[in-house]
């Protein structure tokens, strides 16, 4: 994939398909790029098999099928595949825990929230409202994820200052006085 800094090249790379064998730091803005378009289509073929086998699905299932056609056909644009990545992303747990692992402790929050968000609020509005088409989607995503910075501030409810919020959306306090 297309390093983010062009000042180091990478002569090495894992050939091996286990997702906890790869180091992917940064994989949302890098999978974002153009230049990675290549890259989508795998990683949403491997996220389908780990899928099929964390949860026992046959891959001859017709909607597991349908999926992979839908990946290795031509007829998939750009959007649509990350739109699938994103979605893909929301139920892998072995690739969002590769992905923890890979990034650096200073990111490791703002990826927890990132995926928190995807699945409570992007992906369930993206599912449910009829005018959110995979573009919105894709786009939605990508601003939530430059723009959606990890917040220190006083809980609501209780006054403490351990809880952290994301600008993009009001959630509740999980702080131990308040569970």
Known sequence: MQPMSMSMPMTCCNTQTSVHKQHLPMLIP????????????????????RLCTEYALAEE????????SLINGEQMSRTDALALFFLLLNIDTQLKECMMVSE?????????NFCMNLRKHLVPEFMAVDQCNSSTF??????????????????????????????????????????
């Open 104 to 112: 650096a402790e200073a990111q490791r929050g703002k990826l927890t």
């Open 61 to 68: 299932n017709a909607t597991i099928e349908c999926i992979n």
């Open 138 to 179: 894709v786009t939605r995503c990508s601003l939530f994820r430059k723009s959606a910075k990890l917040l220190q501030s006083k809980c609501k409810d209780c006054s403490t200052t351990e809880n952290k919020r994301y600008k993009l959306f009001d959630v509740a306090c999980h702080c131990e006085e308040c569970k």
């Open 30 to 49: 890098r999978i974002l790029m153009s230049v990675n378009e290549t890259h989508i289509s795998t990683f949403c073929t491997q996220s389908l098999t």
